[in-house]
C-alpha cells in the first residue's frame, strides 16, 4: 500500500478516503434554479432550462437522507441554486432532522428568508449563511444582477429574531466590487452579532472564471484591509467540524470572522465533505470531475445497501487528495457552480 494511504473499507463501515479523511458533512442541492444572476456565479443570460423529471424528487432525498445518516454523516447543508426556492424545503430539512442529522445548515440568498426563518427554525434548522456582498445597493445590484439587497437585510433580521442558533454571511472578494467596503459588512455583522466569512473567488463556470481572473481579491489582502480599520484580529482554535475557514475575534466582540481561502492556502487535508446536486450525482471535490451517479441506482433495482456500498467506495477509490481549481474553458462551458451547489 502506497505511504500515507489507509486500508479499503469493509462493507458498512463509515465513509471515509485513501487519505484516512471521514467524510462526515453532506451538501444537497436542492435546485438548479436562482432568482439571482451573480456576477461570480451565473453567466449574464441566467443558467440553462433544467428538465425536473431529471432531479431528485421528494422520496428520493428522503431515502438518500437516510442512507448517509447510516453512514455517519452528522451534518447536512441544504443548497442551489436559492434552495427556499423549492416548494418542499420545509420538507427536506424534516427528513434530515428525522433520519437523525445533529447539524442541519442552509445556504440562502435571504429574499424569501423574511418569510421562511421562523418555519425553519421549529424544523431544525441551526445554522444559516446567508450571502451578502455588498450593503450598497447599487453594487449589490450589480454584482446580483438585479437583486434588492433590502430584502436580504430584512430575511437576515427575520432569522435573528427567528433565533436560528449560528448566523454567517458570505462575502465572496470581489476587487472591484467590494475589496474596499469589507470593513462595513464585518461592522454590519457585528453589530447584529453574527459570524462572517471573506471567500476568495473560484472559476467554477465561465462565470467564475471571469470572477478569478479580473476581480480577484486574496483573503491575505482582505484580512490586511480589515486590520488597518479594526486592528489585530485573534486567531480562533477552530473546531474539527468548522469547515475551511480560519477564524478570527476581535476583542470584546461577539462575532467571529472568517476566510477561505480556496485559492490562496487550500484546505483540503482536513476535508470532511462531499456533494450531492439536484440531479442525483454525488460530486467528492468542487474543483475535480469525479463523481457517481445515484439517479439509476434510486430509480433501478437496487437496494439501500447497495447505494449505501457504491457511495461508500467510491469516495474511497475516487475522492481527490486535493481540488485543482484551473481555468479550463472546456470545463467551465459545463461546470456552474449552483449545480454543484457551491
Not at 471515509?16 to 443570460?45: K, M, W
Not at 430575511?155 to 467590494?178: E, H, M, S, T, Y
Request: aromatic share 6%.
Amino acid at each position: 500500500m502506497p505511504q500515507g494511504l489507509v486500508a479499503e473499507p469493509a462493507q458498512g463501515a463509515a465513509l471515509a478516503d485513501q487519505f484516512g479523511r471521514r467524510v462526515t458533512y453532506l451538501r444537497i442541492s436542492v435546485t438548479e434554479h436562482c432568482n439571482f444572476r451573480c456576477s461570480y456565479c451565473s453567466p449574464e443570460e441566467g443558467t440553462p432550462f433544467f428538465v425536473r423529471k431529471d432531479h431528485l424528487q421528494a422520496e428520493e432525498y428522503d431515502r438518500l437522507i437516510r442512507i448517509f445518516s447510516g453512514l455517519g454523516v452528522r451534518h447536512i447543508r441544504f443548497t442551489g441554486g436559492e434552495p427556499l426556492l423549492h416548494p418542499r424545503i420545509l420538507s427536506f430539512v424534516g427528513f434530515a432532522r428525522r433520519h437523525g442529522v445533529g447539524k442541519i445548515s442552509i445556504s440562502t440568498n435571504g429574499v424569501l428568508l423574511g418569510r421562511r426563518a421562523d418555519a425553519l427554525k421549529q424544523l431544525g434548522v441551526n445554522n444559516l449563511n446567508v450571502s451578502l456582498d455588498s450593503l450598497d445597493p447599487e453594487v449589490f445590484a450589480r454584482v446580483t444582477r438585479g437583486g434588492d439587497v433590502r430584502r436580504v437585510l430584512e430575511g437576515i433580521d427575520a432569522a435573528i429574531r427567528a433565533k436560528i442558533p449560528r448566523i454567517k454571511l458570505n462575502v465572496v472578494l470581489l476587487r472591484q466590487d467590494n475589496g474596499d467596503s469589507l470593513p462595513a459588512l464585518l461592522e454590519y455583522a457585528i453589530q447584529r452579532g453574527v459570524d462572517i466569512r471573506f471567500i476568495e473567488a473560484m472559476p467554477l463556470g465561465e462565470a467564475g472564471a471571469d470572477a478569478r481572473e479580473t476581480q480577484f481579491l486574496s483573503a491575505a489582502e482582505a484580512q490586511q484591509v480589515i486590520e488597518q480599520h479594526f486592528g489585530p484580529l485573534q486567531p480562533v482554535i477552530r473546531p474539527a467540524d468548522n469547515g475551511p475557514a480560519r477564524l478570527y475575534q476581535l476583542p470584546a466582540v461577539r462575532s467571529q470572522v472568517g476566510f477561505i481561502t480556496p485559492i490562496s492556502d487550500d484546505f483540503c487535508a482536513t476535508c470532511n465533505r462531499v456533494r450531492l446536486t439536484a440531479t442525483g450525482r454525488l460530486v467528492y471535490c468542487l474543483g475535480q470531475d469525479g463523481g457517481l451517479e445515484l439517479l439509476p441506482l434510486i430509480r433501478g433495482a437496487a437496494s439501500d445497501g447497495q447505494i449505501a456500498e457504491a457511495i461508500t467506495q467510491g469516495i474511497w477509490r475516487d475522492k481527490p487528495e486535493h481540488h485543482h481549481f484551473v481555468n479550463d474553458p472546456n470545463r467551465s462551458a459545463r461546470v456552474f457552480m449552483m449545480r454543484l451547489g457551491g
